[in-house]
């Protein structure tokens, strides 16, 4: 697996978590990022997205103010820092590499096996 989702968990409502994605090829320094989650029964949907420098981000209404997606290039890793997490948020959690524009799952790769985020109310 080259992107390895990690950091979810079982919160309550209202608190935060931090999503790490880490490429383990090395091969996303130069590629715009995103996350992307699914809940149970619903479709893959975006959340977030980085541009390769880290310097334009793009998020889903439904996140917007909430989370912050990063990136460290130097460790190959991405972020997606969640606040004020609600029931809603609950989904696994997954992150790509862009290689097409948009926030279409088609324009991304390598998705790996996501990390599970379960909010309670």
């Known amino acids: 697996v080259q992107l390895q989702a990690s950091g979810g968990g079982l919160v309550q409502a209202g608190d935060s978590l931090r999503l790490s994605c880490k490429d383990s090829k090395r091969t996303s320094s130069n590629n715009g990022m995103g996350w992307f989650r699914q809940a149970p029964g619903k479709e893959r949907e975006f959340v977030a997205s980085?541009?390769?420098?880290?310097?334009?981000?793009t998020y889903a209404d439904s996140v917007k103010g909430r989370f912050t997606i990063s990136r460290d290039n130097a460790k190959n890793t991405v972020y997606l820092q969640m606040n004020s997490l609600k029931p809603e948020d609950t989904a696994v959690y997954y992150c790509?590499?862009?290689?097409?524009?948009?926030?279409?799952?088609?324009?991304?790769?390598?998705w790996g096996q996501g990390t599970q985020v379960t909010v309670s109310s």
């Open positions: 980085i541009s390769w420098r880290g310097d334009s981000t």
């Open positions: 790509a590499q862009r290689i097409g524009p948009g926030p279409g799952a088609s324009m991304y790769r390598y």
